[in-house]
């Protein structure tokens, strides 16, 4: 009798191997279901770790079998944003040195391999509490989206955690609200740290201005081996401290090993464009600048220049960079003007880096569909195109280019194109329906069409021109020739790429489309989705939904619902977005002829409860005149249909009766409320959650029994 060997039989370190290299967090808890044996091999092996619970009142509920997690996320701690120092607990003296001992110490034994921690420090006071973790420290990230506090000396929040991570490496502050002067100060303290540094993140988009010129010559002086460096600055030249060639120089010669480079400008100032797409105001950058700072740039691998300013005759710049940067494979570019002249089959400007893998293009003015063309045929190894708020493109020269990488694009993202409305986006990437995996498209469905329509062909030449004469009878029957082959040519794309029927049609199944990301203004309806071309995506799993406007002059709606019951459509769908954070309107009385904000939660949750999601975040709408982003009575009511979800994160406050409205969903087990949006609220009002409220909720959410 023979027996029949399984995966069971193999050694366990060979087992042990093998699930180590699953990175996937849900294929890990999956596996980890399996057996008993597999269950204490994927613990041993997890290295990244996220935990929720309130360790604060809670500490016994602290994991201790995942001794080899390297990657610890405390941030998110319940209740959300709250000091992990222990006077939030205790009222004694005593107490409190004894709560930070005991609490710093069983992170210690837990989680004795992190190098890795992230963390939300309200108060400088939590990293002094969290300083025995910090002998192995490599990377840092804090997160922090209430405003800083006054009472506290220059780079408080960063001298503890510079005196006690000798081994620093990394430092992300892209979530953590700071002066500038507290970093500058911190790092003049202690200069060692500054010289370990190879990543720092200080691109945060919550900070009024940025940093200012000699701030960023400063840091990088101070960072010397940075080869991740990412920063928000200023590129206005009417403010003082804007960045201009000098600071481009400074940062390519003192940080000399970068392969990593993200400037963006971050300042809330004039950022209105005219009707051709120009800035009001040009970037105080010349060519001859930014071409010396490519050369500066000879490893760079992954670069961000988001100016929002007009650079002009930016295709000199952009071919010094493709014969510089030769490593060069990710790249954005904003506000960037003439980036490829896309003259006949010449290629020039940002065609020519042809190394490229993932190209973002945001605001360039005068980019045609020859452009697009051109760079479809120089960057023919780009597998993530992303464009955003080019006027002069169509869905032709858009479609021509994702014929030409129909064999590598997997990912694409088109938003604020004036004649790329959702129709016209879907129509564009339809040749490669079959095999792309990411999509992003506004849901405009009534968009502005061009007034003409360049003839396009894959290789790029106006084929409408009409010449006279006997040699321009010749040169008509040249064009007309090189015209069919050009068709040819785009028919035998269409005809064998993957997901084509053979006879030049292509089949309307979005066979591996995984996520789909849409923006559509307030007021507007989803149902036309499907019409507009998403009808069938088998394999689609989770959507992010951002509604952007004002309710305030939108009068109320005519149809009953926003029709988030037509995503219904797609069978694998399990997680979603719904983001109505930048939605304003009226959250108390609204005028007649308006709705307030509790009704208009109504229209967008209508009918939510017809999705079989597992997951959802949501942020509710804003009233800004008096500073509330709430969770109202229908809201509440209508997630508490949602029977099939397990995670539920509300973006914002509300009150504790209408989070006992979520006990209802049978599966539920994670729910949070989280403040992450600045600035997050400092002092709720006395009937919303507060700490024991939070508390109050999370016990009688963990009492429960659990069906699966």
């Known amino acids: 009798m023979t027996t029949t ?35 204490a091999l994927e613990r041993l092996t997890r290295s990244h770790l996220s935990l929720r619970g309130n360790i604060r009142h809670l500490l016994f509920h602290l994991p201790t079998c995942f001794s080899a997690v390297s990657h610890l996320d405390i941030s998110s701690l319940s209740p959300w944003g709250i000091s992990l120092h222990p006077n939030i607990i205790s009222t004694a003296t005593n107490d409190h040195n004894n709560a930070s001992l005991l609490l710093a110490h069983r992170l210690r034994l837990a989680f004795p391999a992190v190098t ?24 840092v990230k804090l997160i922090r989206w209430h405003q800083r506090p006054n009472n506290i000396p220059l780079g408080s929040d960063f001298f503890v955690l510079f005196q006690n991570c000798g081994r620093l490496k990394s430092v992300d502050l892209s979530s953590f609200y700071y002066w500038t002067e507290d970093l500058m100060s911190a790092l003049e303290a202690h200069p060692r740290i500054g010289v370990n540094l190879v990543v720092l993140n200080l691109l945060n988009f919550s900070l009024s201005e940025g940093f200012k010129s000699q701030e960023v010559v400063d840091v990088t002086r101070a960072c010397p081996n940075l080869r991740d460096f990412r920063v928000g600055c200023v590129f206005y030249p009417r403010y003082i401290g804007f960045l201009g060639d000098d600071a481009l120089s400074a940062i390519s010669s003192n940080c000399k090993e970068l392969r990593v480079l993200h400037l963006a400008d971050i300042a809330q100032g004039d950022r209105e464009f005219d009707d051709q797409g120009f800035c009001r105001e040009d970037a105080g950058l010349t060519v001859q600048g930014i071409v010396s700072f490519f050369t500066g740039l000879m490893l760079v691998e992954e670069l961000v220049l988001d100016v ?93 280019m994702v014929c030409l990488l129909k064999r590598t694009l997997v990912e694409v993202k088109i938003s604020g194109c004036k004649y790329l409305d959702a129709s016209a986006s879907l129509k564009a990437v339809e040749p490669i329906r079959g095999r792309i995996r990411r999509l992003h498209i506004d849901c405009v469905w009534n968009g502005e069409k061009p007034e003409y329509e360049e003839e396009v062909t894959v290789l790029g030449v106006d084929y409408n021109h009409k010449y006279e004469g006997k040699d321009d009878e010749e040169e008509n029957s040249r064009m007309r020739k090189r015209t069919k082959v050009s068709w040819d040519i785009e028919s035998w794309f269409m005809g064998n790429m993957e997901g084509s029927t053979g006879n030049g049609y292509i089949t309307e199944t979005w066979g591996r489309l995984e996520f789909l990301s849409l923006w559509i203004g307030v007021g507007e309806l989803l149902t036309p989705l499907a019409n507009a071309g998403l009808e069938d995506c088998p394999k689609l799993r989770e959507i992010h939904i951002k509604v952007e406007g004002d309710c305030r002059e939108r009068p109320k ?75 109202s ?23 504790e009766h209408f989070m006992l409205f979520f006990l209802k969903i049978p599966n539920l087990r994670d729910v949070q409320l989280r403040g992450d949006y600045y600035p997050a609220p400092e002092n709720d009002m006395s009937t919303e959650m507060r700490v024991d409220s939070c508390c109050r909720f999370e016990y009688k959410l963990n009492e429960r029994d659990i069906p699966d």
Request: charge should be positive; aromatic fraction near 8%.
């Open 633 to 655: 009575l229908p809201a509440a009511g209508l997630l508490q249909e949602c029977d099939t979800l397990r995670k539920l994160f509300i973006h914002g406050t509300t009150h």
């Open 116 to 139: 890795s921690l992230t963390l939300y420090s309200r108060y400088p006071c939590t990293l002094s509490l969290l300083s025995p973790l910090f002998d192995l420290i490599e990377d």
């Open 5 to 39: 060997t399984t995966i069971q039989d193999l050694p366990d370190a060979v087992l042990a191997h093998i699930i180590s290299l699953l990175s996937d967090t849900r294929t890990r808890n999956s596996t980890s279901l399996v057996s008993l044996k597999w269950r």
């Open 308 to 400: 929002w300013r007009n650079v002009r005759g930016s295709w000199v710049c952009l071919e010094a960079l493709a014969s510089r940067c030769p490593n060069l494979r990710s790249l954005e570019l904003g506000c960037f003007h003439g980036i490829c002249k896309a003259i006949e089959s010449h290629l020039d400007g940002i065609a020519l880096c042809q190394g490229l893998e993932s190209l973002t293009i945001k605001n360039s003015a005068d980019l045609t569909d020859f452009g697009l063309i051109a760079i479809g045929r120089g960057c023919s190894k780009l597998t993530k195109f992303e464009v955003i708020g080019c006027k002069k493109i169509t869905m032709r020269g858009l479609r021509t």
């Open 557 to 631: 709606p005519s149809q009953g619902a926003f029709g988030i019951s037509s995503l219904g459509r797609y069978p694998m769908l399990s997680k979603m977005k719904l983001d109505c954070g930048d939605t304003i309107g009226y959250a108390l009385t609204a005028p007649s002829g308006h709705m307030d904000l509790s009704l208009w939660e109504r229209w967008f949750l209508t009918d939510l409860r017809s999705l079989r999601l597992n997951e959802l975040d949501y942020w509710p709408p804003q009233d800004r005149e008096v500073n509330q982003r709430s969770l």
